[in-house]
């Protein structure tokens, strides 16, 4: 019985590090919950942004500048969540993103939400990159683009090693 939840685990792991590039680590807290002690689903989401976040500044990217002092602005102009299982207050989660360019001023954020290494959630959200004083779509600029193509490489360069492993 324990080496089917190690196997079924390692596979989780392997198509999780295969699929992801950026995973963020996070305890749900009493205040991410609702009334019925769910994670709120615009929570959750927040949850994800954090991550995102963490990402931006992991690759080198100063979030201070990248959010607040910048002339370019990265909303959101897409979001979906689908909730596949309850997160309760208390439980640890890890928060998995590939990033993907869409466009040459568009990009989306793929997450997967897991928890004990059972997806919990699967998330979307779609930035459109735009200049805030014309409020205009604009090009990205080298370091998000930077940021983009380095998950990207992540990806693929683990799915290679991986399926290595798997041979």
Partial sequence: MVRVGYLSSFYVFLILNITM???????????DTDAAGVVYFANALAICHEA???????SGINIQDFFGNSSLAF???HSSIDFLRP???????????????L??????????ILMADMIVSKAVTRHVCIDT???????LPSQIVHW???NRRNAENTERRKSREFI
């Fill in 87 to 101: 997160m309760f207050c208390g439980n640890k989660l890890v928060v998995s993103l590939t990033p993907q360019k």
């Fill in 75 to 77: 909303p959101i102009v």
């Fill in 52 to 58: 995102y976040e963490e990402s931006l500044e992991v």
């Fill in 133 to 139: 004083n014309t409020r205009q779509k604009n090009k």
């Fill in 21 to 31: 590039s950026f995973t963020y680590h996070r305890t749900v807290r009493f205040r």
């Fill in 148 to 150: 983009l193509d380095t």
């Fill in 103 to 112: 466009s040459a001023d568009k990009f989306e954020i793929n997450y997967e």
